[in-house]
């Protein structure tokens, strides 16, 4: 028994990280805010390098095969560098998604595709996903019809991978002329949020999952593992920074993280941050190792990490006083990347109605 | 990340299942420890001691069972005993704190002496830090020996001592060169609590029941080999039992347990007809606290993995306190409310066992608060975690410049 990372997955993180730093200065990411895409080729093309874009999909579709646990380790490291690629979507959900309700021959078509980074994946969800707004979507033959809000990784995405209520999941090309997407900055402008209007658009039908509400809750569940990691990530730098700041910012002759009030803030942000982690690394284990408790540790990770996240990004940018408010800093880009993986794939409130539900605590 | 059990260690648990099967019956009920163990408890605590289920890890020639260390079989064991709600083995001061502390610092003839007889339940043993001019300054102790005639003469008066009123030792803080600094002038004794010149008087608390006491030291002489470590070594000893007490404090299988309990109490009992888990507000306040305790849970195996390979934990270990206690109390709250009018009836009986269910919420509330203060209070811990753990500088003392000008 071992309750950690391993070897490998230490790597992985160590060398994404070195990679991040070198790549992602601060000018680099108001640039890439600026163009509001949430894509950024270079990075892009990196992540590839490194294995990462394929490391969900198995060996013989052109992947690495890996697990969950590797996913949340390189969400945590995305996270804190508040990296603008579309992970969640094209990395995480659609070969997850394509693996369950895809055909062999499908899978052997799509994902070596999205292994080798050259399709890039946005998803979006009719239902279940905890989104707010209006959404529908049909298939008439294999036409897709209908309007989803809430998509993630739409900005540079060559395909939309849609989980429909009927227990299929529909494959579209993204600049198909039946498709209409509208790409909205969000607050977090590492990664936009998009509507899609779909007026008979042509579809790849996938309905080969042998249970596809389950395969629909799994990939959701997955994405928000990997939300919470994400968040952790962010959460991690922003209280790293502020416990930087607080020892070299002085006043009244003193660094202001000697004063109880600032070292007791501090203290409990640690407090609520530390043991966030351990929950993270076993949520995301649960996910390939511990199918019956999968469910319950996703949306606690999700709801849990979320609360400490929104504390944590709060309570630092006060530390930094009034810098922390500013723009030079740029502290802002991970404020808002905590509050937007709060909302994605529900809120904490309906994470946590969600496992109640699962647990039984709530009358259907 | 691995945590499937090789066979060992799910033969063991079959093991520990059986056990518990076989003798569970014979258990005395958890949550006493407010009395001397009874005959029950320790019939009980032999049989442990026999199959290796307590003080697995001592060596045989202090009483234990003389295993190596390996936490995953003593996880195992506890979460075994704690799922079956059967007592896991007496839990006291001197158990948790003191034998740790001599097997990490005492003499071999200290550890021969009294581990033995302290595990068996049959010594028991409070703690002599606090005074109530120094509670969180724990340096500033001012009871004080000197030696005479091969003996430590000790005067002084503690205060919060726990279980003095029962019992047979106390381990003891106290001054023994007051020249060699706050801190480099300390002793750590071991004293018998028949001694002449102790006087216990109980204090009474919030509970309305008298948990703690305090202890008047006047002229008591005790022989001078009666020193853990060195004259001057006091507050590094001290120091080595309070890191045993913060991981006691904050115990993510407790959190569990609680948790369950306050599960249970949610499904059965209603408000306007309607079972209170299915409240709305309720609910979320429950889910919110599962949330939290998945988190401490996860958080301590990765400790409990840390310590398998011999790692530093650093800041990991220093917020279990802050962090298990503010949970235990907001778990004891949650439950106090749920319980609503029903809930306020408050009438102890001599023993906690003997309480209804209504007067254990009310008390346990409280003594969760105790729990916040006792053994560093929170705001000590925050400075342990600012400033051991995350290398923060220390608040200036009252002697430094910089504060003088403030």
Known sequence: ?364 | MDLSYGPRYLALREEVRDFIKQYGDQSPRTGGGRKRPDKRALDWQRLLLQRGYFARTIPKEYGGFGLPLDVMELAIIADEFSTAGVSAGIMNQGISMLVPTLLEVGSREQCAKWIGPTIRGEVIWCQGYSEPGSGSDLAAVKTHAYVDDGRFVINGQKIWTSSAHFADMMFLLCRTDADKGKHGGLSYLLIPMSAEGIEVRPLITMTGRAEFNETFLTNVRVPIDQIVMQRGDGWHVANVTLKYERLLLGDPNKLAHRLARVIELMRRTSLIGVPTIEIPEYRDRLLKLQGEVLASKFHGLRLLSEQSRDEESGVRRLIVKLNGTMIAYRLSSLAVDVLGAAGLSYEPKGEALEDDEATTWQIDNMYDIGLIIGGGSSNIQRNIIGERGLGLPREPTANTKSAQKV
Request: charged share 20%.
């Open chain 1, 1 to 364: 028994m071992e309750f950690g990372l391993s070897n490998e997955q230490q790597l992985l993180e160590s060398s994404l990280r070195r990679f991040l730093e070198g790549e992602l200065s601060i000018e680099r990411l108001r640039k890439v805010a600026g163009i509001g895409t949430g894509f950024d080729a270079a990075l892009w093309e990196g992540l590839v390098g490194q294995g990462i874009v394929g490391f969900l999909v198995p060996e013989h579709f052109g992947g690495t095969g890996l697990a969950l646990l590797d996913a949340a380790v390189v969400a945590e490291s995305l996270g804190y560098h508040v990296t603008p690629l579309p992970f969640l979507a094209s990395v995480v959900m659609a070969p997850l998604t394509l693996m369950s309700f895809g055909s062999e021959a499908q899978q052997a078509e799509w994902l070596p595709k999205i292994a080798s980074g050259e399709v890039k994946m946005s998803m979006a969800f009719v239902d279940g996903a905890g989104q707010t707004g209006c959404n529908s979507a049909w298939l008439k033959g294999n036409m897709l019809s209908g309007h989803l809000t809430g998509v993630l990784d739409a900005g540079a995405a060559s395909h939309v991978l849609v989980l429909l209520t009927d227990g299929r999941a529909a494959l579209v090309d993204a600049h198909d002329t039946g498709v209409t997407v509208d790409v909205h900055a969000s607050i977090d402008r590492t990664r936009p949020i998009s509507s899609y209007a779909f007026s008979g658009a042509k579809a790849i039908i996938l309905d080969a999952a042998a249970d596809a509400h389950e395969a629909a809750t799994r990939v959701i569940d997955a994405g928000r593992l990997v939300l919470a990691a994400d968040t952790l990530g962010a959460a991690q730098f922003m209280f790293d920074r502020a416990l930087d700041y607080s020892k070299e910012r002085v006043q009244f002759d003193r660094a202001i993280g000697s004063f109880q009030a600032v070292k007791h803030t501090i203290a409990d942000l640690a407090t609520m941050l530390e043991p966030c982690r351990a929950l993270v690394w076993y949520a995301a284990y649960a996910q390939d190792a511990l199918p019956e408790e999968a469910r319950i540790m996703a949306l606690h990770a999700k709801a849990h990490v979320s609360e400490v996240g929104r504390e944590v990004a709060r309570l630092t940018t006060e530390l930094h006083g009034g810098m922390g408010f500013t723009d030079l800093l740029g502290l802002h880009y991970w404020f808002k990347r905590i509050a937007f993986d709060r909302q994605i794939l529900g809120a904490p409130e309906y994470c946590r109605r969600e496992a109640a539900k699962v647990q039984g605590w709530l009358v259907a």
